[in-house]
């Protein structure tokens, strides 16, 4: 596919303010096909703002700046036409939908993202395979939408809609964030497998998911700009040394 | 629900709103007296004891004064005089739908009740205005003694049983809409189901307002007998006119020792219908009564469902839901009389108000002197989907017995824009996302559902929800 010669993400001086208050204060990123970005930096930094406004949270708003995906520019695509385009975001505390079972959630998202519908059969056998790498029990397709999850089921639901949907651009927001070190492992494989052909933000505080999913590119954002940019090694040198060092 | 929906088959307005040239056979003037009153007890031949009966709650209906709850303002927006008492559009009650006036058949072909017959019913009454116009029962059911009649003729061919248990659970005096119903009720179920025999498939009631004006009274009457079991489901639709039409029921059950009723309504009028309804059942020993409420349109419904717990073990159930759009108050709510000892209630009741539109709850619980260990459990959540709507909560409780356990609950939540955006991420739009988070809020009514009003029951929030963004 041509495709997968440009550019999967552009963002360029980007200037993001939540109730009029500036967050995210000129920011550029490019992604590409296969590339695995990891964001780091404190909290408040503006990363978990970088991750909602790609998906299009209405309380976020783009006040300078553009964002391409696919060469499309971002802000005319609604939250679920982005869904459409292949964007997906990992909440860092996904929503508890009452009343609404996982498995005939995951049915309708898989038809409403790919636009088609799969067979009843066909989906299934892709579910089983699914949940059987994430170690996710059968019986978790009659609960209710992260109704009751413990953090670490809420964080694997995620994991398993994303592997379900296929995403061209996966966006995780902390979600290695409260997962015991079996979850996490769990967590990264399902990463590592989804990301394969993809682009990947990664939004974390810490190295010990990037020891399971290498990073291509490390970028550390310091009140709302990326003040560094650099290889694996730069997240290395932040967990020994901590962010003062990159203050302006 | 796994039915997926269509966006073609997406329509902005009621879907029931179509109405069929009016065909009279008999049709009454406007207006009510006790010449009214006394015709159509004798249009029907009625026994005499009826049509006194009939009088007797008429004339109480007269100096009875409207109910001071609710809402008085639509209530006092009533006008007596200018409802149709008595409209009948065919001549007899058919057992084949190929017998049934052909309009009149059209209209319940739209509605799909044929259909429904074929495919999962133990049997169909389906009443237009104010009579029966097709009606019909399994075989294998009427060999085992089930009766299935709608009100009149069970009034001709039982009129021992008739007359033993009409008015025993809702006597006339019960309230201003109970004695209206007495008076001038025509139509409904009667039902009884002999000792130890299980219907298992449902027996439907289809309830159809066609003409402007009309009121419809029928009146249902079912009776468990010990060790038996029944599900009973009925439907309700009407056109939309700019006037409004009155729909005002009684409900009687009667369950017999260790007997079981299911009784579940899905009623669907048109925001014109003023829904004004009485039902109870009483519950004798180790028996179970289920109401399964829903309360989708009309423009004013009062409806509380109540269960007398009156022999020891007895158990109510009482889930209802309640959806309120513009120009709409649902006024429901459940009662429960615990008379007996070791009985037990739950009740879960789910409203969603919209666009205006208001949900009340009004509960009682009442716990007799002599109901030693008795529990209930009263769960209360309401749904509102905008500022403008409105939902109040009126729970109260009379208990005079020290060893009653008692849990309540009541939630007040919204539909977050955060719950919104999950969904939406997850390529569903906007109107999708509101459409599953109302269809999950009442999933643990729909459930209770058999499947095709439950799939129904879903699309048709999925449609209501149209236009509900922005």
Redesign the interface.
């Known amino acids: 596919m041509n495709e997968e010669k440009g550019n999967l993400l552009e963002i360029s001086n980007l200037h993001v303010s939540v109730d009029d208050t500036p967050i995210i204060q000129g920011l550029d990123l490019v992604v590409k096909f296969g590339e695995i970005h990891a964001i780091m930096g404190r909290n408040g930094s503006g990363k978990s703002t970088l991750a909602n406004v790609l ?5 976020y708003e783009i006040t300078k700046g553009e964002i391409y995906f696919f060469g499309k520019n971002l802000s005319e695509l ?3 036409e ?3 385009a292949g964007m ?2 990992s ?1 860092q505390y ?7 079972q996982v498995g ?2 995951l ?3 898989v ?3 790919s636009g088609n ?1 799969i067979s009843a059969k066909e989906f299934r056998t892709d579910l089983k395979e699914k949940m059987t790498q994430l170690q996710i029990d059968r019986a978790f397709l009659s609960r ?1 939408v992260n109704d009751g999850f413990s953090g670490g089921e809420k964080k694997r639901m995620e994991i398993l ?1 994303m592997l379900m ?1 296929n995403p061209k651009l996966a966006i995780l927001d902390e979600t290695d964030s409260g997962l015991d070190i079996d979850a996490l492992r769990l967590v990264s494989e399902g990463i590592n497998l989804a990301t394969k052909n993809a682009g990947c933000i990664l939004i974390t505080h810490y190295q010990r998911l990037l020891d399971l999913v290498k990073p291509d590119i490390v970028h550390i954002m310091i009140d709302g700009r990326i003040v560094k940019t650099g290889g694996a090694d730069l997240a290395i040198d932040v967990e020994n040394k901590g962010y003062d060092w990159l203050e302006v | 629900m796994k039915e997926e929906i269509k966006p073609e088959e997406i329509v902005s307005e009621y879907k029931y709103g179509f109405s069929d040239a009016e065909k009279a056979v008999t049709k009454f003037d406007k207006g009510l007296s006790e010449k009214v009153v006394r015709d159509i007890s004798e249009l029907k031949n009625e026994p005499k004891w009826m049509t006194d009966l009939r009088v007797k709650a008429y004339h109480h209906f007269l100096k009875r004064p409207m109910p001071n709850w609710g809402n008085n303002e639509m209530l006092n927006g009533i006008d007596f005089d200018s409802i149709i008492y008595f409209l009948k559009s065919s001549g007899k009650t058919e057992k084949d739908w190929d017998e049934v006036p052909e309009e009149i058949k059209n209209t319940f072909d739209r509605l799909g009740i044929p259909e429904a017959e074929q495919k999962w019913l133990g049997g169909v009454t389906a009443q237009y205005e104010s009579e029966a116009v097709y009606h019909s029962i399994r075989e294998d059911l009427e060999s085992q003694g089930v009766i299935f009649l709608d009100m009149d003729s069970g009034l001709k061919e039982h009129e021992e049983l008739v007359k033993k248990y009409f008015c025993s659970v809702v006597p006339y005096t019960d309230n201003k809409f109970a004695a209206l119903n007495t008076a001038v009720w025509s139509g409904g179920s009667f039902i009884y189901v002999p000792k130890g025999v299980h219907v298992e498939m449902p027996v439907q009631a289809y309830f159809r307002i066609n003409a402007k004006n009309m009121g419809q009274f029928e009146r249902t009457l079912i009776i468990a007998d010990e060790g038996s079991s029944i599900n009973y489901v009925e439907g309700c639709t009407a056109p939309t006119y700019s006037t409004e039409s009155l729909h005002s029921a009684v409900v009687e059950l009667i369950a017999h020792k260790d007997a079981k009723i299911r009784y579940s309504t899905v009623q669907n009028w048109s925001n014109n219908v003023y829904n004004l309804v009485t039902k109870r059942g009483v519950a004798h020993e180790n028996s179970t009564i289920e109401w399964i409420d829903g309360n989708i349109g009309s423009k004013l419904t009062m409806k509380y469902p109540a269960v007398v717990l009156k022999g020891k073990g007895s158990h109510a159930e009482i889930i209802s839901v309640a959806y309120a759009s513009e120009g709409m108050h649902q006024d429901a709510g459940s009662k429960i009389h615990h008379l007996a000892s070791n009985t037990t209630s739950n009740i879960l009741s789910k409203s969603i108000s919209k666009n205006g539109g208001r949900s009340s709850y009004r509960g009682l619980v009442q716990v007799s002197k002599m109901a030693d260990n008795c529990k209930s459990n009263v769960i209360c959540d309401a749904l509102l989907l905008d500022e403008d709507s409105q939902s109040d909560t009126y729970p109260t409780m009379e208990v005079s017995n020290p060893t009653f356990d008692i849990q309540h609950e009541a939630s007040v939540a919204k539909v977050s824009e955060d719950q919104l955006f999950y969904l939406m991420s997850r390529g569903h739009s906007e109107q999708e996302a509101m459409g599953m988070v109302v269809n999950g809020f009442f999933e643990p009514f729909t459930r209770e559902l058999p499947m095709e009003y439950a799939v129904e029951l879903n699309r048709l929030l999925e449609i209501e929800m149209e236009g509900s963004i922005g």
Do not use: C, E, W
């Open positions: 998906m299009g949270h209405p309380a609604s939250v679920d982005r869904a459409k997906f975001l909440f996904p929503m508890t939908i009452p009343g609404v005939n959630f049915r309708k998202s038809s409403a993202v519908k209710y809609q949907l």
